[in-house]
């Protein structure tokens, strides 16, 4: 299990090779700081059916699984900038390597698998950290699993300060 932080996303590949864009999120009280439950770097979103950005998982319900490819939220909670824009950066293509604290390497949802081992898949699905729910990291459970993966562990929380270290990968 991870805490979450001030910085709970940093990209450690050459920022060049990172494709970050704005996207309007669908609601505009996720980005305020005070909400409850505003998004926060390192969790994953989805594009809704107008095009607008949603959490990968309904946050209600812990152990649902992102059914949809799904991009990381690249900006620090409570942003003013994006509470002016009502828009949200992602990491929307290119090969990139990040720490993320938005992560559970204990839970197996669905076909999935605890996260055990460097190169294994990851997926998204809603998570606990503390007492509140996100959407984060979550072990793949390989070909048995039909959600789409978006990761691949690069160095394990044991021996990375507590944090996941992942690439990006094919989504599929």
Not at 59 to 83: H, K, W
Request: proline content about 5%.
């Amino acid at each position: 299990m991870s805490t979450i932080q001030n910085v709970n996303f940093e990209v450690r590949s050459d920022p060049i090779l990172v494709g970050v864009r704005d996207f309007y999120v669908a609601d505009t009280t996720q980005l305020v700081p005070t909400n409850a439950t505003c998004y926060f770097d390192g969790e994953w979103l989805v594009f809704n059916a107008t095009g607008q950005l949603v959490r990968s998982s309904t946050i209600g319900a812990v152990g649902n699984c992102a059914t949809l490819p799904s991009f990381p939220l690249y900006a620090e909670r409570g942003r003013y900038d994006m509470q002016a824009s009502r828009k949200a950066p992602i990491i929307l293509f290119g090969s990139w390597e990040a720490d993320t604290r938005v992560f559970d390497a204990s839970v197996a949802l669905g076909a999935g698998a605890a996260i055990t081992t460097v190169n294994q898949p990851l997926k998204i699905a809603t998570i606990t950290i503390g007492a509140r729910n996100y959407t984060g990291v979550v072990g793949h459970g390989g070909l048995a699993d039909n959600d789409p993966i978006v990761g691949y562990v690069t160095l394990l929380p044991a021996n990375n300060g507590g944090r996941l270290r992942m690439r990006s990968g094919s989504r599929h």
